[in-house]
């Protein structure tokens, strides 16, 4: 069975600084990977996505993830974040060959000016 | 214009009370999903339907029942609330498979007192 592991609940940052969110991922399969954005009081919005190809992928709003498949990693980026970039981040996996997604359990980024 | 959208936003109600939370997407896609979100924002897949047809049922209690009246609509039927039933609740949409962007509703944040 599939499951995502994000090792940081939480992660303050002052802004303008670079940002790194870590996602560990457990399966024996094949998977698809996504991060997804939540801003406060709002749904979840898709930031990227892995499917196949090329292991760094580029999203919106200045984020790239790297899918590393020896490590079992997603870990998502930012080279310099805004304080407008303060919401819950969760990274999500699902088995190429199933039918739903599993999602960590978070990860809270708090910008500082 | 609202991709997807559920009522009510918020929804206060006594333990024991039935209720109901609309959803509907305007994109045309064929899968729609409700996920719970714990206080914990731990996030967690509870139905999937694909053109009205159920394609996932989690372990989710059976006082729990979603319907789909059209693929543009998922409302979920909650009977004899319980206090563990307090989460938000959201309503997501994708084109078909998983492979394809969900897209999230903003979310009906229920309280059972």
């Known amino acids: 069975a599939q499951s995502v592991t994000q090792l940081d609940s939480q992660v303050p940052v002052f802004e303008e600084a670079p940002v790194e969110l870590r996602c560990n991922y457990s399966?024996?399969?094949?998977?698809?990977l996504f991060w997804y954005v939540q801003y406060p009081n709002q749904g979840l919005q898709l930031l990227l996505k892995?499917?196949?190809?090329?292991?760094l992928v580029k999203g919106i709003n200045g984020f790239e993830a790297e899918f590393n498949k020896s490590q079992t990693s997603f870990h998502l980026r930012k080279p310099s974040v805004h304080i407008s970039d303060t919401a819950e981040y969760f990274c999500?996996?699902?088995?190429?060959?199933?039918?739903?997604?599993?999602f960590g359990g978070g990860t809270r980024v708090l910008v500082k000016p | 214009d609202t991709a997807v959208s559920q009522t009510p936003k918020y929804l206060v109600t006594q333990m024991g009370n039935d209720k109901s939370i609309k959803c509907e997407q305007n994109?045309?896609?064929?899968?729609m999903y409700w996920y719970k979100q714990d206080s914990k924002k731990f996030l967690k897949i509870m139905f999937s339907?694909?053109?009205?047809?159920?394609?996932i049922n989690e372990t989710v209690p059976n006082r729990f029942s979603p319907k789909s009246p059209d693929k543009a609509h998922l409302n979920l039927h909650i009977n004899s609330l319980e206090l563990g039933d307090s989460a938000v609740y959201f309503c997501?949409?994708?084109?078909?498979?998983?492979?394809?962007?969900?897209?999230f509703g903003p979310g009906t944040r229920l309280t059972v007192l």
């Open positions: 399966s024996s399969v094949s998977v698809y």
């Open positions: 892995y499917l196949s190809g090329s292991t």
């Open positions: 994109l045309g896609h064929d899968t």
């Open positions: 999500a996996v699902s088995e190429a060959a199933g039918n739903k997604l599993t």
């Open positions: 997501a949409s994708s084109q078909t498979g998983l492979t394809d962007t969900q897209y």
């Open positions: 339907y694909n053109n009205k047809e159920l394609i």
